[in-house]
């Protein structure tokens, strides 16, 4: 029996997969770059020194590293971009996109894989909360253009965790107390909670967890807030003043494990049964790890997440798009010259065509592209070549006709 042909949690994407993957990326960095986002991308390896500057225990165990050799395989897109934006002189407000792969050991999960896509977009070089509240849009812009319903976009502020740690004597295990409450989503309230009672004592643990579960509307929340930060109550408010027609919901049990959060975190939810498709983030203390300090914040999709949901949708919408293709150049006998020459008249007005390769008769040349679900197949045989034309079926409706080449580029154009 032959060994597994991929490592755990790494796959091959077959065609159909790529599609939907491709059409992912294409629509969110079109939707970056409407917002001003340029693109930006760093090597797959960085020193281990700089991947565990502050990225917290856990991740720091996650870090694929080359045997012999102090390098590893990023583990996000934000650490490299912090080094490259401490060390660069560029444009502030420097915005920057970018769509690419990341590596973390861990057990694999539904929707997401040790080796997975991420389509970050970040700011480097502004304090204000418009910044924030900009990432939000434009993730909500992104998802919706690819056709989910309006998403929900959790929001809290790092600063809350600081004043309570203060305030309940745990100063020093806020880190871990932090890692702990991320974890809710993974293995439950109930763990958790026994996880941090463990850590800070029952008493504490009841007292935060008290004030961790404030409900009411965001303003009733942003009232308990100001209570505890009025700094991080300030800045909550100015995202939502700014996040108009957004589906935001403050939740204080969000906190992020990555330890170079510093203020406002948050994530994006669309389905209870996948948890979080994106989240973010201010770290404007990360910069000053790898050269000249300033601030950031910045947000990132899964796309190995969207993707399931999207082949969920699929699903029930039925089957997507299995080629580019839009149409096939079948030919007869002896006429496969004529038909390259017409694919190529087709590509040159910019429509995806393929033409017959192996030599088979016209009824498998019909199966081959019927089994792609190409749209159109254009015949040439002795009839088309003497009258420099082509014959057209839509193989939707099954409807024939013959067309000179210029009118079948506007009759697949049409469709």
Do not use: H
């Amino acid at each position: 029996m032959a060994e597994k042909l991929t490592p755990k949690g790494m796959k091959d994407f077959l065609p159909d997969e790529m599609l939907t993957r491709e059409r992912v990326m294409e629509k969110i960095v079109s939707v970056y770059r409407l917002y001003g986002f340029r693109p930006l991308d760093t090597p797959a390896l960085e020193y281990v020194s700089t991947l565990k500057a502050k990225s917290g225990d856990e991740i720091a165990g996650q870090i694929f590293k080359l045997e012999g050799e102090e390098i590893g395989l990023r583990f996000d897109l934000t650490v490299p971009l912090a080094r490259v934006a401490a060390n660069s002189a560029l444009p502030k407000p420097f915005k920057r996109y970018c769509v690419s792969t990341v590596w973390r050991k861990e057990e694999p999960q539904k929707g997401r894989m040790r080796e997975f896509w991420q389509a970050d977009a970040d700011i480097i070089g502004s304090k204000s909360m418009r910044s924030e509240a900009e990432l939000l849009r434009v993730a909500n812009d992104a998802i919706v253009a690819l056709g989910f319903r309006k998403p929900l976009f959790l929001l809290n502020n790092r600063k809350v965790m600081d004043a309570l740690a203060l305030k309940l004597g745990f100063g020093e295990k806020k880190d871990t107390v932090m890692r702990l409450l991320d974890k809710i989503d993974k293995i439950g309230m109930p763990k958790v909670r026994y996880d941090v009672e463990t850590l800070i004592g029952k008493e504490g643990a009841d007292e935060l967890f008290a004030i961790l579960a404030c409900e009411g509307s965001n303003a009733e929340k942003l009232g308990a807030c100001a209570k505890i930060s009025p700094e991080a109550a300030k800045e909550i408010e100015e995202i939502l003043a700014n996040c108009d027609g957004l589906d935001v919901k403050v939740d204080f049990f969000l906190v992020r494990g990555l330890g170079y959060y510093t203020g406002p975190v948050f994530e994006i939810k669309l389905s209870e049964d996948i948890g979080s498709v994106g989240g973010g983030g201010r770290y404007d203390n990360l910069l000053s790890l790898y050269g000249q300090a300033d601030c950031a914040t910045g947000i990132s999709l899964g796309i190995e997440r969207l993707m399931y949901l999207i082949k969920e949708m699929d699903g029930q919408a039925g089957p997507g798009r299995k080629t580019y293709t839009d149409v096939f150049v079948a030919s007869l006998k002896g006429f496969y010259a004529q038909a390259a020459g017409i694919a190529g008249e087709f590509r040159k007005a910019g429509i995806a065509c393929e033409s017959d390769l192996n030599e088979r008769s016209l009824g498998k040349q019909f199966d081959y592209a019927n089994s792609l679900g190409i749209r159109f197949v254009a015949v040439v045989g002795e009839k088309e070549a003497k009258e420099k034309k082509v014959t057209i079926r839509d193989m939707q409706s099954g409807k024939e006709e013959m067309l000179e080449i210029g009118d079948a580029i506007a009759r697949v154009r049409a469709k």
